[in-house]
């Protein structure tokens, strides 16, 4: 499985944005994707997940209520609707997906940078 994001660049705070994930390869095998994003200096934090039907659907604490997460099979993408930016939200913001062939593997895309300015 492959991932390649696009969405990120610059936005004012109180904006939105939204940032796509598209999977090729094995999509078949993917059993749940997820979107993390890592700022200068601080770990990275997992913020949202889906489960490759849109069952199951997580958020974190810090963008529920503001950010949702949505697949669509026929195009092979997770999306990451993003509303009521703040600074904070600032990080490089990668996709993730876990996929199951003969075992279960990760696969990761190469991130996209989200700045909002104050």
């Known amino acids: 499985v492959q991932l390649v994001e696009s969405g990120g660049g610059l936005v004012q705070a109180g904006g939105s944005l939204r940032l796509s994930c598209a999977a090729s390869g094995s999509t078949f095998s993917i059993n749940v994707m997820a979107w993390y994003r890592q700022s200068p200096g601080n770990q990275r934090e997992l913020i949202a997940s889906?489960?490759?039907?849109?069952?199951?659907?997580n958020y974190a604490d810090s963008v529920r209520g503001r950010f949702t997460v949505s697949v669509d099979n026929a195009k092979n993408t997770m999306y990451l609707q993003m509303h009521s930016l703040k600074p904070e939200d600032t990080a490089v913001y990668s996709c993730?997906?876990?996929?199951?062939?003969?075992?279960?593997?990760?696969?990761w895309g190469q991130g996209t940078l989200v700045t909002v300015s104050s």
């Open positions: 993730n997906a876990v996929y199951k062939l003969t075992r279960y593997l990760e696969a």
């Open positions: 889906i489960t490759s039907d849109g069952g199951t659907i």
